[in-house]
Structures are given as structure tokens and as C-alpha cells.
């Protein structure tokens, strides 16, 4: 519970209509869009880098957290404020800036939608490639705050790969400017690339400088069909590996499939994995030349169908199917888990087969999809999460997901963040110096641990 | 003067074969490729991590500072040991430790030189695209501490994203691994990122994890001829916005094609400007495409004349004049000057223009050329170093040329870094809070400032 006259202060920062401490909005603050509950005491709508300074200001006073909080698509735990405090919301503090095509950057805050910033890149030409799954809700802040990445990571990278510059109010208040403008910058220490990725830990962003790119001229867009998951790993690392570098390749499993068949209308194959997969170039001919070499390669690791999309309808459907993967799996039990493990290209398809072995041992029902070209694995784990005997046998799953990642020489989180759920594996992924280190950055820009506290291992001393 | 007792242990760690304190390699280790002279005690080849570590814990314990070199080819005196101490070479650390191009990464250690890295991936298809100025002799390992733009840039970026991870010893010993082999990941602090670029002040680089690419299939060679700078720059900034990324935009003004002209047998046109482009693509078509866009451009921003390379000789030529950039124009004075400020490329032409007034004022010879694809601006000033009047007129048209660059929205470096030379503007781009903020970094890292101490500014507290 605040202590009225530090609410008092909060609403004299914001103005009372930027202020909640009611019941309602606070259940609504205590989740991410999957993760456990946290107890917010109240949370504020700011809108100026000055409202936060202040508010940073008397958090570290009175030593209160305080949790950054953006669209609320992340399901890592990261806004979720487990040591109450204040919620800060910064989705109000959405104005595109500036769009400038010359200098090819755009300048938002941290609430823009990507989604809406697409929608106004998009007339000029323009786009900010990374796509996350959530393009239609998430905002730019917290695509920053996770180092997104998305649909088409393989060609075109995560969020880092855009992110040039930005203003911060560091958890003692101060205002500081990172980066440039500039294409290119060898000029001091990276703290811009420090921020991207900190999950609201180190600093509040105001203002993000983003490297926007020319929109492709040309796409080809294709399936292929495969009698297993394994094979359609195999047959993406030929592909990346070949001198093409397609922008999509998207894996989706038997289950994944059933389930869009059961709940829309796309008919899709009735088939063990699919494999979308998109190439882009300046001209026709370019894309088409890449997308003859996938299907070739596709071929001789045993797709034994291989269609290419003929019309834009066609590429919406394919597009659709993919796009309702999780809306889909979440209706085929009462819970999910999605994970975002990313292992080298050379050990995806070991990935796919050691994980069936997994699933198989548990009986679990998983809802299979990748970011494959970027060898970034989404198993949606369904059950019924009022079955205890369930919820302990899916969370051994995960353990040895995470173990087996980490084996492959893999990565724990490779778009989604550490948060709090991913956070007692950090030492599993990162050598004990390593730890120390995030720990000595965060305990040197927030020594009172105000800012996002509890999360990415941070607090621990293992 | 070493202490002859530390200068036994130094042995004892790498062996008499690996140590020296004689006068001539004193020298040579007192400079770096262009920079003022420093004052080394003594230098050290190390050849493993383990020796790195136990130098740093012997200098920490004896507070003497340690300057690590790779090739030397920087020219911003960051390798130069101003403060004494020991010099620590990793050139004999130069294993390629392994390609995957499965993987699509490269293991190297820092001592690999970057052009016999080329040669190794060149066979199997791929490129570490990055391509600096001095590709034939500078480090792998002084690449990623200085974040090496090159020619290559406006399409391909700098060295920082292609640094996928590295082992690092830092200043008190302490062995760490960063980042991954994966395509992305999302774990933790980008610690990776924090090291690229920071000139050996945080750690020193034992092995670095790139990502390498496919090379192009088909590229597409032009030169455009222009009546002045400002006008090239006008066509670039066009171009970059256009909708077409060409991977090479090299600008060669008036007194460069002079130099170039008097000093080799290339006959280029006598011309004001000349611009160097290329494209490529997976087809030839898709080169051709971009080049026609580019070629209708360049006319449109009054190119007189637009040649295509239609022979590889015709090609090489062209690039064989833009490699001699350096050596001619070294031979024009006894002393030169190379800057590498970096503007928006919208302020492009209007950094050509106004440095264009500056050297007017000060009477100077400047071979100008560019990497004008990512808005960065290479002015090679030309002097003779024993007229004082001269150095001093050079001095002020430098302090105009930073100035004006951070007023256009600049940075002061694209690609060589701070070091010691540029130093003393650093607080011109970056706020107190920033200035702040590394040198708490630095703190954090090196308490008692024994690793390459003196450099980017970090000591002061201006």
C-alpha cells in the first residue's frame, strides 16, 4: 500500500487523471500477457521524460520499485511487478517524431505500436523489417526493452539491428542521450546496445532513434511439406547455409496445423510440418532465383511437396495460417507456455528430434512452430493448468528444453527476454563472471535496485 | 622503467622468446599508423588467455597499465602506451579456430588479419562483409575494439554487427565469455556490444564469434563524374533513399584524383568529383536494376558523365584507384591528417560544402574522399609538420571540422574510434549524464584504471 502523501506526490508529477491505485486497473497491471501475478500498488501514465525524471527521483528516495511497462504483450514476466510499487506505463508517450527518409531513421516513443509505425513507413516506402509475432499490439519500447525479433529475423535481424540511438532517464533521474543519427558511429562505449535488451532495468526510453530500410520490391513466397519436424530442420540449414538467405522460413508441426484447421477456415494439408518460406529482392527475377534454389534444396531433404503462392491471396492464406498460431493454441486447453529457445542453424533439426523425445516422455500436447531461419524455436506447450501432475510435468519439460538448448550451444530467449520466468536458467546460459558482470552494470546504474528489481537474475548472488 | 623483478615474472608468464624491452621494438611500439609517440616500458607476445590473465592480475596488483595492440593500423593513438607499462600484442594469437558455415559464424582469434580471413571463407562462398580501408593488414581483434566500418558499409554496416560474441579476460584476470553462436538471442545484458568498440579499455579479446554472410552472386561497377563535391553528395543522399541500397558509394574529390594521377598509371579523368558505386544481388538483373536507379539519379544531380565497369579489368581499375587513396595522398606532405567524421546523410553535401569554406579559410591541401553510402566523410589533410604556423592552422581547421559535423547531427568518428586524438571533443557529442554513464562503465570494469588508461576520455571529469 502507498502511503497517501507519496500518491499525493505521484499525482502532482502526472496530474490525477495519469494516476490509478483502483482495484480494477491494478489486477489489469498485475500480468503480462502470459506470466505469474504481481501487486502493483498503484501505476501512472506518464507522457514526458520530465514526469518520469521525478518520478525516478522520488522512487529512489523513497525506495519504491518502479516497473516499466509498455504494451503488455511480453510473456516473460519482465512488467510484471512482483515487489508492488509503481507501474509505470509509458503507452500514452506515443507520437511518431519524426520519419526521415533522407537520413533513413524514424524517432518515436516508447508507446508507438510497431504495427502503426509500419502503417506510416510503409506510404514512403520504408519499414522497420523485425515483425514480432505481436507486430499488431506490441509497442516500440518494449520491442527494445526484449531486442525483438520476429517473422523475419532470418534476413533481416532483431530489434538491435535498428535501434541507433535514444534518450533515457536513468533510475536516478538524469536524462542522458545515447547514440546518433548517423548510419555508423565509433564514438564512446555502446551504452545504446547496453539499454536494447535490459528489459527496463537499467533506464526508461523517451525517445528511440530507429534505422528504417527500403521495403523489398519483389517476394516470392512458398510451402513446403515434410513428413517430419527433423527434415524440415534439415532442409532450413541447407537453405541458409546455401548463399541464399531468404527472409522468411517459418516451421509449423502437426498439431500446430490441426488446431488452424479445427478453428478457421484455411484448410490446410493434412500434413506432419509445413514450411513457409518467403525470399525478397529488388526484382522479380531475383526473388525467384533464390526461391528455385529453397525449393530445390527443400526437395532433396524430402519435402515431397513444395507449392509456390500464385496470387496475394494465396500468400494472405499461407500468411493467415501462421499468423493465427497462437490465437489458435490457446483455445486447445486452459493454459500455454511458449518458449523461444534458439539453437545454431547446424543443430535445429537435433533441437526438433531431441525435444520430441521430450514431449514424448511427459505426454505432453505441444503446439510445434519456428522462426527457423533464424533458428529460433516456438514449442506451444498446452494443458490444463488445474492439473497439478500436469503443471509439474510441463515445467520438468521446459527445465530440459532449457538444458538441451543451452547443450546445442543455444541460447535461453531469442526474442522473447529473461523476465522472471527464464531467470533462474540465466546461470545455465552465462559463466559465473558473466553474471557478475550484468550484475556490476546494474548495480552501477541503479544502486537502490528501484528500477525493475527482481528480474534477469540480476538481484542473485548464485 | 620496469622493475627488474616484474620484468622476470612478465618472462616467466610468456617466455624470453615473448618479451622485449629493447630500444628499437620500443620504438616501434610507441606509435601506432599515424598518431603521436608514447613511451612503453616494455611489449609482450601472448598466445593464450591464460598468459592475458596473469598479466592483468600482475598489473593490477603492481598498478602498472597495460595498452593491448593488435596490427597497429589505427590512427587515433588508442594503442599508443602514453602512460608506459607493457604493451601486450595479440598478433601471435591469430588462428581462424573455426568456419561453420552451417552455422554461418567464424571463431577467430584477435591477431587474425582481416583480408587472410577473407581468403579462408572466400572459397566456401561467404565474406565477413565489413571490409575496412587497411583490409590487407589490420586485426581481426582491432577491428571489433575500434567497430571497423570500411567500404562496404552503406549496404553491410560496421564490424558491430557481425560480432555475435567473444571470451574476454578483464582487467583483474577474470576469464568471461559473451553473447552466443545463435542468429539472435535475447539473454541478458548485450555485454558483447559493450566491448565492441571500446578501444582495449574494458578487456582484451581472446576470441571473437562473427557472423559471416553469403557473398554476393552478381555486382554492377559504375562511376559517376560530377563538377563538385557538393553535388555528389547530393546524389548519394538521393540514391541511399531511393528505395536501393548500393553496397559501395566511394566519393574521390579534385586534389585525391590529382595525387592518384601524378603517382600511378590509372589516368583517371581530370574531374572535380568522382563516385564510385556499386550494387550487387543474387542475379545480374538485380544488380543492373539498382545501377540503372542509381545511373538515372546521378544525371539528375547533375553528373556529367556515368561510365559502367564492363570488364572485371575496368573494375579493378576503379577500385585499384580507390585503394591507392592513402598511400598517394601520404606522398603529398610530410605529414597527413585523416578524419572520419560521419553525418546524416541528409547533411551530406552540406559537410562537403562547409569544409569546403573551413579549408579555404586556412589555406589547406585536402584529398577528400568518402564512404558516402553511410554519411561518412574522410578528409585527408595534407601538411608539412615542420612549419608550426601550418600545424597550428591544421589544428583549427580540425577543431571547425568537428564542430561542424556534431552541429549537422554528426558523430566524430564512423570507424576509427576516440583514442587519444579525438579525446578531448568528446564531451562536444555526448551529454555530461553520457560522459558519466562510461566512465562509471569503465570504473565498474577497471577500478584502478590499468587497462589502456588515458584514452576516449574516460579519465577526465569535464
Known amino acids: 500500500m502507498l502511503d497517501e502523501k507519496i500518491k499525493q506526490e505521484l499525482i502532482d508529477i502526472v496530474g490525477s487523471e495519469n494516476f490509478t491505485d483502483a482495484k480494477i486497473d491494478m489486477v489489469s497491471y498485475a500480468y503480462d500477457a502470459m506470466g ?16 518520469i525524471s521525478e518520478i525516478m527521483k522520488l522512487a529512489n528516495r523513497e525506495m519504491i520499485p518502479v516497473t516499466p511497462r509498455a504494451a503488455g504483450t511480453g510473456i516473460a514476466g519482465m512488467i510484471v511487478p512482483f515487489q508492488g510499487g509503481i507501474v509505470m506505463d509509458v503507452m500514452r508517450m506515443d507520437r511518431i517524431l519524426e520519419i526521415n527518409v533522407e537520413d533513413r531513421v524514424c524517432i518515436v516513443e516508447p508507446g508507438v505500436v510497431y504495427a502503426d509505425l509500419q502503417k506510416a513507413l510503409a506510404p514512403l516506402g520504408f519499414t522497420l523489417p523485425t515483425e514480432p509475432g505481436s507486430s499488431i499490439a506490441s509497442a516500440i519500447g518494449g520491442n527494445v526493452a526484449t531486442n525483438a525479433g520476429g517473422l523475419k529475423g532470418a534476413k533481416y535481424g532483431s530489434t538491435k539491428d535498428y535501434v541507433l540511438g535514444m534518450t533515457v532517464v ?3 533521474g538524469r536524462l542522458m542521450k545515447t547514440g546518433t543519427r548517423t548510419m555508423k558511429t565509433s564514438s564512446g562505449y555502446n551504452l545504446t546496445q547496453l539499454f536494447v535488451g535490459s528489459e527496463g532495468t537499467l533506464g526508461i526510453m523517451t525517445e528511440i532513434i530507429l534505422k528504417i530500410v527500403p521495403l523489398a520490391g519483389a517476394t516470392a513466397t512458398g510451402l513446403g511439406l515434410f513428413n517430419s519436424l527433423e527434415d524440415a530442420g534439415n532442409a532450413v540449414c541447407r537453405t541458409m547455409s546455401s548463399g541464399v538467405i531468404p527472409s522468411v522460413m517459418e516451421v ?14 484455411l484448410k490446410l494439408p493434412d500434413v506432419d510440418t509445413m514450411l513457409l518460406v518467403e525470399t525478397d529482392a529488388y526484382t522479380q527475377g531475383d526473388a525467384d532465383m533464390q526461391m528455385e534454389k529453397v525449393i530445390e534444396i527443400f526437395k532433396e531433404n524430402n519435402a515431397f ?25 490457446a483455445r486447445l486447453n486452459n493454459s500455454i507456455l511458449v518458449e523461444d529457445v534458439t539453437v545454431p542453424m547446424s543443430q535445429l533439426a537435433r533441437l526438433f528430434r531431441e525435444f520430441g523425445k521430450i514431449i514424448e516422455k511427459y505426454e505432453l500436447k505441444v503446439a510445434m512452430c519456428a522462426h527457423a531461419g533464424d533458428g529460433n524455436f ?6 490444463d493448468g488445474r492439473d497439478e501432475e500436469m503443471v509439474e510435468k510441463v515445467e520438468k519439460a521446459n527445465d530440459e528444453l532449457f538444458k538441451l538448448a543451452i547443450e546445442l550451444g543455444g541460447t535461453l530467449t531469442g526474442e522473447h527476454g529473461i523476465g522472471i520466468v527464464k531467470a533462474k536458467y540465466m546461470s545455465l546460459e552465462h559463466d559465473p563472471v558473466a ?7 546494474k548495480r552501477a546504474f541503479d544502486p537502490n535496485n528501484i528500477l525493475n528489481p527482481g528480474k534477469m537474475a540480476l538481484d542473485n548472488d548464485d
Not at 505469474?36 to 514526469?51: L, R
Not at 509456390?308 to 498460431?325: G, I
Not at 516456438?378 to 494443458?383: A, C, N, S, Y
Open 435 to 441: 553474471m557478475d558482470m550484468m550484475r556490476t552494470v
Open 305 to 329: 511437396e513444395v507449392t509456390l503462392a500464385k496470387t496475394p491471396q494465396e500468400r494472405a492464406d499461407l500468411w493467415a495460417a501462421r499468423k493465427s498460431t497462437y490465437p489458435v493454441s
Open 36 to 51: 505469474p501475478k504481481g501487486n502493483p500498488d498503484c501505476a501512472v501514465w506518464v507522457t514526458t521524460a520530465e514526469q
Open 170 to 172: 536513468l533510475p536516478d
Open 378 to 383: 516456438h514449442p506451444l506447450i498446452t494443458f
Open 252 to 265: 509449423m508441426g502437426r498439431y500446430l496445423i490441426q488446431a488452424i484447421n479445427e478453428n478457421t477456415d
